[in-house]
């Protein structure tokens, strides 16, 4: 059963495109949040949600929405795709958003943007 | 701005030797230092946490030793074996900060046979 289940792992597309990805927790988490991978491997953290409540936002472009139905469902919808996008997205989540505690990531999504 | 940096950015050992990866840190709210795994094309896995009020953890052969006066930490493999090749991110947390992990830029790790 996996815990952080991400769809679809790999998504290539054009410039200018829409997409979306989509994420779910069977692990029974309040927390949910993205993380972007770049080339060089670095993670940085783009949002966090709280029982469905966007909690951080770090000054990540507004062509990236988040949206958070439930609290096991996290999706990523990003508009009008730049070349700069292009990276591995994972989604993660942990069991309370205010001390340090162990986050789950899903195995990513590879997004290329051509 | 980095707010923690990792050393080295990749690292060569012989099966059975000991790795070592460094980590410094800027924020001294930091208050939770998880370390994570990364095998290529899966997500971060956590390995080991430390919280300040001590300054070594251990677990199996895997130990993190905390400094908090030169506000350092470190991951030390013991018998490192061929399965630990990967990426290992160090990461530092908040209390308050929404356990915002704010990651190190992860050292390759090769063991040799």
Redesign the interface.
């Known amino acids: 059963d996996t815990a952080v289940s991400q769809t679809p792992k790999y998504l290539v597309t054009q410039m200018g495109n829409d997409k979306s990805i989509k994420c779910e927790q069977n692990l029974g988490h309040d927390t949910m949040y993205w993380y972007k991978q770049d080339s060089k491997k670095f993670l940085k953290i783009m949002f966090s949600y709280n029982n469905k409540e966007l909690i951080i936002n770090e000054t990540v472009p507004n062509r990236f929405s988040p949206k958070s139905p439930d609290k096991a469902h996290l999706n990523l919808h990003i508009n009008s795709l730049e070349l700069g996008d292009s990276a591995v997205y994972f989604c993660a989540s942990s069991p309370r958003s205010n001390w340090g505690t162990e986050a789950f990531f899903g195995q990513g999504t590879r997004l290329t943007v051509v | 701005q980095q707010q923690v940096k990792q050393s080295p950015q990749s690292l060569i050992v012989q099966k059975g030797g000991i790795s070592i990866i460094n980590c410094a840190y800027e924020n001294t709210a930091f ?2 230092f ?1 370390w994570y795994q ?1 095998f290529p ?6 390995l080991i ?1 430390i ?1 300040p009020d001590v300054s070594e953890k251990k677990e199996g052969r895997f130990t993190i030793s905390f400094n908090k006066s030169a506000k350092q930490f470190s991951l030390h493999i013991m018998d490192s074996q061929p399965g630990d090749s990967a ?1 290992y ?1 160090c990461a530092a ?1 908040v ?2 900060g ?6 190190g ?2 050292t390759q790790l090769k063991v040799e046979l």
């Open positions: 208050d939770y998880p990364q094309g899966k997500g971060p896995a956590l946490a919280r990426t991110f947390s209390t308050g929404g356990n915002k992990l704010t990651f830029t992860g």
